[in-house]
Nanobody, 116 residues
Framework: QVQLVESGGGLVQPGGSLRLSCAVSGSIFSIYNMAWYRQAPGKQRELVAEITSRYRPNYADSVKGRFTITRDNAKNTLYLQMDNLKAEDTAVYYC??????????WGQGTQVTVSW
């Protein structure tokens, strides 16, 4: 049974930064392409950043140049460094495999709120 535990969210002012972490247990983390997804109120969940098993990152246009996804396979942990945050980044952030159906589960997510 895979477990995904996201952390690091919070309230931050526009232009600020946050670093999210996701601890993954119950699977061979290193072999999977992984991603951060987010879901804003009233919107569908979307993929914002992906990193392949070979450490190649890809980003949604909305976060390119502001977010950085990394992974530590020794710690089974996925990270998302978010800089120059904007109000439209407000959402619950989740980590999962790509595609997410590989793990058949979601964590509780971590709330990111960008506001004055």
């Amino acid at each position: 049974q895979v477990q995904l535990v996201e952390s690091g969210g919070g309230l931050v002012q526009p232009g600020g930064s946050l670093r999210l972490s996701c601890a993954v247990s119950g699977s061979i983390f290193s072999i999977y392409n992984m991603a951060w997804y987010r879901q804003a109120p009233g919107k569908q969940r979307e993929l914002v950043a992906e990193i392949t098993s070979r450490y190649r990152p890809n980003y949604a246009d909305s976060v390119k140049g502001r977010f950085t996804i990394t992974r530590d396979n020794a710690k089974n942990t996925l990270y998302l460094q978010m800089d120059n945050l904007k109000a439209e980044d407000t959402a619950v952030y989740y980590c999962n495999a790509v595609p997410s159906s590989l793990f058949a589960t979601w964590g509780q997510g971590t709330q990111v709120t960008v506001s004055w």
